[in-house]
């Protein structure tokens, strides 16, 4: 295993102990990060994302006990092993510290060949278990597309091919030339959109280059400038300063535009139509709100609108937002919902700087 490229968070509020993790760590080639009060540790686990934390019971300000349960609870962090570090040795402080998600438990004064066996033995199973999830992920894409892919395709290929020939049947001005080109052109839009979608099933292998966040957002909008100014909406953007990222462009443009796309379709039938998109970077991760003056959700249907192919009144039915989450997710980010019936919604999307 190479340690390198591990990075390791130690919490504790004795500067001794710290200080000789540190040594230890750095010696077995372990990159660290420090906190000495629940708070900061709090903060740093946001900045960094450790691969594993050495986290102390006894702490000012918030002690280990909430540090990790406020960990475990949020599925941003909840997977990051957590060792528990204490004085207290007596069976009830194990325990409480296994209920709340704690990983292992090792009691001062220790053993520093004991603590480094256990953090490899913690890394190493986190590794594999982060190996397994991304084989899973990538093969339910992979079925997804397939069974799915055959179905999209013949009809687009039967639709495209009868109006072709009735198109071509038709006299020089005849008043349903313009419908029938229509139709071959939306036909011809499925069948991009078809290839984008079998495009995952290379996620796995994406090639990954360093994407400015804002560029990408723009050349969206351009690219659906037309119809964004066919049904009049009106759009407000606030892009701060963000660092580029890694990640495969094309991914990341289809889920801005499926997004997007999806926020131009909410406000189909809304007098106000307003798309607001926002850009800035939130401690450690690239955020993006994409906001629309729609019908809203309803809260029991957030949930399913990431479902494929669901259907709802204010969104037909499609790949889009899946496909979506399902790309955010693979380079570990997450996508949120806020709605208001009547008002609208805002998609949320979070993707780390360091990307995968």
Known sequence: MNNSNQTILIVDDNIDTVELLRKRLKAEGYNTEEAYDGEEALKKVYEVYPDLIILDVMMPKMDGYEVCQRLKTDDRTKFIPIIMLTAKSDVESKVKGFDIGADDYVPKPFDYRELSARVRSLITRKETAEKVIEEEKTESV?????????????????????????????????????????????????????????????????????????????????????????????VETDFKDVPSFYIDKEHFKIVLRNIIKNAIEAMEKSEKRLLKISLEQVKNEIEI?????????????????????????????????????????????????????????????????KGR
């Open 142 to 234: 992979r079925k997804l597309i397939d069974s799915l892919s055959h179905e999209i395709r013949n009809p687009i290929v039967s639709i495209a091919g009868f109006t072709k020939k009735v198109y071509d049947n038709l006299p020089p001005g005849d008043p349903n030339k313009p419908y029938l080109m229509t139709i071959l052109q939306e036909a011809e839009r499925l069948e991009r959109l078809l290839k984008e979608i079998l495009n995952l099933k290379m996620i796995a292998i994406g090639f990954l280059e360093n994407v400015n966040p804002k560029i990408a957002i723009e050349e969206i909008l351009e690219e659906l400038e037309k119809e964004i100014e066919d049904k009049a909406i009106e």
């Open 289 to 353: 709100r994409i906001s629309d003056t729609g019908k809203g959700i309803p809260k029991e249907l957030i949930k399913k609108i990431f479902d494929p192919f669901f259907t709802s009144k204010v969104y037909g039915p499609g790949l889009g937002l899946s496909v979506a989450l399902t790309i955010v997710q693979y380079y570990k980010g997450f996508i949120s919902v806020e709605s208001e019936p009547g008002k609208g919604s805002t998609f949320i999307i979070r993707i780390p700087v």
